[in-house]
């Protein structure tokens, strides 16, 4: 969804929006957004697909800034993907990860 259309500011300006803020979504619980990421994460994270060691905050904090970082590469497509696979990559669990537990992220 995020690279899907860099000129698009719809996701990122509903990510700045929420809550007023990103950090509002990412530290309350409460929030809409940071609920509904919380399930999906929970769900990754089960399934073995998510490390282990990323909470909600940290995931809304990675949205907001990949949001912005594929604004700024523009219509370069290499660079899209470049950015896009840095992120998926760092959330994905690795062979070193399953050792370790969630940390908190403030």
Do not use: C
């Amino acid at each position: 969804m995020v690279g899907e259309n860099p000129t698009d500011k719809r996701f990122s300006d509903t990510l700045a929006r929420a809550g007023q803020d990103a950090e509002a979504a990412a530290t309350r619980p409460d929030h809409p957004l940071h609920a509904a990421l919380g399930r999906l994460l929970d769900r990754a994270q089960r399934s073995g697909q998510v490390r282990p060691d990323v909470d909600t905050a940290v995931v809304i904090a990675v949205m907001v800034g990949t949001a912005y970082a594929l604004r700024q590469v523009g219509h370069h497509v290499g660079g899209r993907t470049s950015a896009l696979a840095v992120v998926v990559d760092g959330l994905r669990r690795s062979a070193s990860a399953r050792g370790r537990r969630r940390r908190e992220w403030r």
